[in-house]
């Protein structure tokens, strides 16, 4: 019966399914060749009317004895037998309604246990490539619902666990495993809801519904943390998920389903793998920038944030984590009893996620994430409710400026405006605080309360000046950083670089020596900047183009690191003054030619004061006296630190023992007069 079961399948379907349409066509074929016989009493007794096929009885007893011997069939034999019937041939064209019911009892296989597999094998088990065309093909055999399933999610219910065992198994061909991916992916494009019931919750909640446990474990088995999560079940999800995402169908809506709900456990899985070393890290990081590369930018921050603001990981709370395998692996463990938390233990590693970010490459998104992070951290300063969160947003902020840099300025305005806002708050703390230290002396002070109240005061107010000199660190970093990244501006970052310079001439005598170094720094680069930027944005002037090309290369090199760089650039600016060069010769030109001279002189580096120093006495030589009246008032200025002074003080006794004689013809400007005289007389007393 083997050896002929396609001709008993073909005999049993042609009885019982043949539709009455084709028979009556083949019988009305005879009846015309039986009307060119002559009339005779015994043909027209044969021509009376007859019944067209089998009664319906006959019919359904031959349906019923196909179902019978179809049911009783080696599973292997049945697909042949059936793939045979409906084989397409040019000069046999296969009848629809053959087909459709080979179609209906191919689909029936798929119900039975392994008939994906069996369906699989039989289809594509000797082909070596797929094409698109195969793929679609197999995908709409697979996923046709046979007649006797109720609904869909019926079908899918059978069918899908037999599809994530054949994803899962190491041993199917590449072709089986290529066709299953591509099956899987339609049908969490084509029905996500069912998709994520039936084959993503499979794959991810051990994973998922572990990392969320809330409840500590309470078995007693053994002494340590209880895993819940095994090495080789947890590789064996990760892997099964590569599989998915990696070689399967990249759409933006089936990574969305497979990855959206485990992006944190696996993120916090990633770090792990990080600093443990383990084997798991390169799969890992593929699935989530996978998952970031493919999602909008909109959606990567959101789950970011969920990443970054997660109150239970903040407030220590996380009951399951991460540990290491027996085999260099991972495994998912539950505590016992609360963490206890280190008062700068973070809930994240500042550094690994970063270097996440970099891996990432997305300037979008690392561009949005670093301006949310600003704007957290300033509601976080101003709340002064989570110190944790504070210090991670800070490190987060700080890690991404050094590692980051120009992928996270593309925004400029944004971040010029949040770093003056924090400048702006700082110098209204320093002016309004003396005021209030004044008034609650003035008060009748509580003796009973007195030295509690103020100890308390002191440690409040020590605690929030060091997170205030942090976050003026952080903006004048910040204004550096976008000046360095970014040659030019549009007009309203310009002006808003512009209002933050008064502001900061306040600091420039801080005590702390950190904040005085950092503001004066600023001070000459955001004044070197903004000169190129007037510079170039004067009206075209063909004599004029040599000498602004030479001022931009000038503004350019001083905001270099390194000292020679930044010793030619005022190189540059001293040749230009001692040529008389008419870009910096009068006006405006040659106010912001002193003001940078004068800032220089203010460096703590001796390569640098020096040099400025050439440079101001260059500038007396070459304008006379505007320029020395100009310094004399500095040099005369109570208020300036004695270094300025003196270097001041220097470049005027320069220009005093090069005058020599002539320094009469000064005399007409009394105080610069006298300046310089006294200075002469201080020369000829020290030589």
Same mark, same amino acid.
């Given at each position: 019966?083997?050896?002929?079961?396609?001709?008993?399948?073909?005999?049993?379907?042609?009885?019982?399914?043949?539709?009455?349409?084709?028979?009556?066509?083949?019988?009305?074929?005879?009846?015309?060749?039986?009307?060119?016989?002559?009339?005779?009493?015994?043909?027209?007794?044969?021509?009376?009317?007859?019944?067209?096929?089998?009664?319906?009885?006959?019919?359904?007893?031959?349906?019923?004895?196909?179902?019978?011997?179809?049911?009783?069939?080696?599973?292997?034999?049945?697909?042949?037998?059936?793939?045979?019937?409906?084989?397409?041939?040019?000069?046999?064209?296969?009848?629809?309604?053959?087909?459709?019911?080979?179609?209906?009892?191919?689909?029936?296989?798929?119900?039975?246990?392994?008939?994906?597999?069996?369906?699989?094998?039989?289809? #594509?088990?000797?082909?070596?490539?797929?094409?698109?065309?195969?793929?679609?093909?197999?995908?709409?055999?697979?996923?046709?619902?046979?007649?006797?399933?109720?609904?869909?999610?019926?079908?899918?219910?059978?069918?899908?666990?037999?599809?994530?065992?054949?994803?899962?198994?190491?041993?199917?061909?590449?072709?089986?495993?290529?066709?299953?991916?591509?099956?899987?992916?339609? #049908?969490?494009?084509?029905?996500?809801?069912?998709?994520?019931?039936?084959?993503?919750?499979?794959?991810?909640?051990?994973?998922?519904?572990?990392?969320?446990?809330?409840?500590?474990?309470?078995?007693?088995?053994?002494?340590?943390?209880?895993?819940?999560?095994?090495?080789?079940?947890?590789?064996?999800?990760?892997?099964?998920?590569?599989?998915?995402?990696?070689?399967?169908?990249?759409?933006?809506?089936?990574?969305?389903?497979?990855?959206?709900?485990?992006?944190?456990?696996?993120?916090?899985?990633?770090?792990?793998?990080?600093?443990?070393?383990?084997?798991?890290?390169?799969?890992?990081?593929?699935?989530?920038?996978?998952?970031?590369?493919?999602?909008?930018?909109?959606?990567?921050?959101?789950?970011?944030?969920?990443?970054?603001?997660?109150?239970?990981d903040i407030s220590g709370e996380r009951i399951a984590y991460f540990a290491p395998g027996p085999s260099?692996?991972?495994?998912?463990?539950?505590?016992?009893?609360?963490?206890?938390?280190?008062?700068?233990?973070?809930?994240?590693?500042?550094?690994?996620?970063?270097?996440?970010?970099?891996?990432?490459?997305?300037?979008?998104?690392?561009?949005?994430?670093?301006?949310?992070?600003?704007?957290?951290?300033?509601?976080?300063?101003?709340?002064?409710?989570?110190?944790?969160?504070?210090?991670?947003? *800070?490190?987060?902020?700080?890690?991404?400026?050094?590692? *980051?840099?120009?992928?996270?300025?593309?925004?400029?305005?944004?971040?010029?405006?949040?770093?003056?806002?924090?400048?702006?708050?700082?110098?209204?703390?320093?002016?309004?605080?003396?005021?209030?230290?004044?008034?609650?002396?003035?008060?009748?002070?509580?003796?009973?309360?007195?030295?509690?109240?103020?100890?308390?005061?002191?440690?409040?107010?020590?605690?929030?000046?060091?997170?205030?000199?942090?976050?003026?660190?952080?903006?004048?970093?910040?204004?550096?950083?976008?000046?360095?990244?970014?040659?030019?501006?549009?007009?309203?970052?310009?002006?808003?670089?512009?209002?933050?310079?008064?502001?900061?001439?306040? *600091?420039?005598?801080?005590?702390?020596?950190?904040?005085?170094?950092?503001?004066?720094?600023?001070?000459?680069?955001?004044?070197?900047?903004?000169?190129?930027?007037?510079?170039?944005?004067?009206?075209?002037?063909?004599?004029?183009?040599?000498?602004?090309?030479?001022?931009?290369?000038?503004?350019?090199? *001083?905001?270099?690191?390194?000292?020679?760089?930044?010793?030619?650039?005022?190189?540059?600016?001293?040749?230009?003054?001692?040529?008389?060069?008419?870009?910096?010769?009068?006006?405006?030109?040659?106010?912001?030619?002193?003001? #940078?001279?004068?800032?220089?002189?203010?460096?703590?580096?001796?390569?640098?004061?020096?040099?400025?120093?050439?440079?101001?006495?260059?500038?007396?030589?070459?304008?006379?006296?505007?320029?020395?009246?100009?310094?004399?008032?500095?040099?005369?200025?109570?208020?300036?630190?004695?270094?300025?002074?003196?270097?001041?003080?220097?470049?005027?006794?320069?220009?005093?023992?090069?005058?020599?004689?002539?320094?009469?013809?000064?005399?007409?400007?009394?105080?610069?007069?006298?300046?310089?005289?006294?200075?002469?007389?201080?020369?000829?007393?020290?030589?």
């Amino acid at each position: 019966m083997t050896r002929h079961l396609a001709d008993l399948y073909a005999a049993l379907l042609e009885l019982a399914y043949v539709p009455v349409t084709e028979i009556r066509a083949s019988v009305g074929d005879t009846v015309t060749l039986e009307n060119e016989l002559p009339m005779t009493p015994g043909h027209l007794l044969s021509s009376a009317k007859k019944e067209v096929g089998l009664p319906r009885k006959k019919r359904d007893k031959c349906a019923r004895m196909f179902t019978w011997l179809f049911d009783r069939s080696d599973v292997q034999r049945a697909m042949e037998s059936l793939m045979s019937l409906i084989g397409t041939s040019s000069l046999h064209p296969v009848p629809s309604w053959l087909r459709t019911i080979c179609g209906r009892f191919l689909s029936r296989i798929l119900l039975k246990p392994n008939g994906v597999a069996i369906v699989l094998e039989f289809t #594509i088990g000797q082909v070596e490539q797929l094409q698109l065309t195969q793929l679609e093909s197999i995908s709409k055999l697979i996923l046709s619902v046979p007649q006797q399933m109720t609904s869909i999610e019926s079908y899918y219910s059978v069918i899908t666990p037999q599809l994530l065992s054949l994803l899962q198994k190491e041993t199917v061909s590449a072709t089986t495993s290529q066709a299953v991916r591509f099956i899987i992916g339609r #049908i969490i494009t084509k029905h996500p809801k069912l998709g994520k019931t039936y084959l993503v919750d499979k794959i991810v909640d051990p994973l998922v519904s572990g990392w969320n446990q809330q409840e500590y474990d309470e078995s007693n088995e053994d002494l340590m943390d209880r895993v819940i999560l095994d090495e080789e079940a947890l590789s064996d999800l990760l892997k099964t998920l590569h599989k998915l995402m990696i070689g399967g169908e990249p759409s933006p809506l089936m990574i969305q389903t497979c990855l959206s709900s485990s992006i944190p456990c696996l993120y916090h899985l990633y770090e792990f793998t990080v600093q443990s070393k383990s084997g798991l890290r390169e799969t890992v990081l593929d699935l989530l920038l996978t998952y970031f590369r493919i999602t909008t930018t909109a959606d990567g921050v959101r789950e970011l944030k969920r990443i970054l603001l997660n109150k239970v990981d903040i407030s220590g709370e996380r009951i399951a984590y991460f540990a290491p395998g027996p085999s260099g692996g991972a495994t998912l463990r539950l505590r016992r009893k609360p963490k206890a938390l280190a008062k700068n233990d973070l809930p994240l590693n500042a550094d690994v996620l970063v270097q996440f970010l970099e891996n990432l490459g997305d300037l979008d998104l690392s561009g949005d994430i670093f301006v949310f992070l600003l704007n957290e951290y300033s509601s976080l300063q101003a709340r002064k409710t989570d110190p944790t969160t504070i210090l991670l947003t *800070l490190n987060l902020v700080m890690g991404m400026l050094d590692k *980051l840099g120009p992928s996270i300025l593309s925004k400029p305005t944004q971040i010029v405006s949040f770093a003056i806002n924090i400048i702006d708050s700082y110098v209204d703390k320093m002016t309004t605080r003396p005021k209030e230290k004044t008034a609650e002396k003035s008060s009748f002070p509580d003796i009973t309360r007195i030295v509690s109240e103020e100890e308390k005061e002191a440690l409040e107010d020590e605690s929030s000046s060091e997170e205030d000199v942090e976050s003026l660190i952080l903006a004048i970093n910040l204004l550096r950083a976008v000046m360095h990244e970014n040659e030019e501006l549009d007009e309203k970052s310009v002006q808003l670089l512009k209002s933050c310079l008064e502001p900061l001439k306040k *600091l420039e005598n801080h005590p702390m020596e950190l904040v005085y170094e950092s503001v004066n720094e600023f001070l000459l680069a955001i004044t070197s900047y903004l000169s190129a930027q007037t510079i170039s944005n004067r009206k075209q002037q063909p004599s004029l183009e040599a000498s602004k090309e030479k001022y931009r290369e000038a503004m350019k090199s *001083l905001q270099d690191d390194l000292l020679p760089i930044r010793a030619h650039g005022m190189g540059i600016l001293k040749d230009m003054a001692l040529a008389k060069d008419p870009l910096v010769s009068s006006g405006e030109g040659l106010s912001q030619l002193l003001d #940078i001279f004068v800032r220089l002189i203010q460096d703590e580096d001796s390569y640098i004061y020096l040099n400025a120093v050439k440079g101001l006495s260059a500038m007396t030589d070459a304008y006379g006296n505007d320029i020395i009246k100009k310094l004399g008032d500095i040099y005369k200025d109570k208020n300036q630190k004695l270094d300025n002074r003196l270097r001041i003080g220097e470049a005027l006794l320069q220009t005093v023992q090069r005058c020599g004689d002539a320094l009469g013809k000064y005399s007409n400007t009394n105080e610069t007069f006298i300046t310089l005289c006294s200075l002469t007389l201080y020369s000829r007393y020290t030589l």
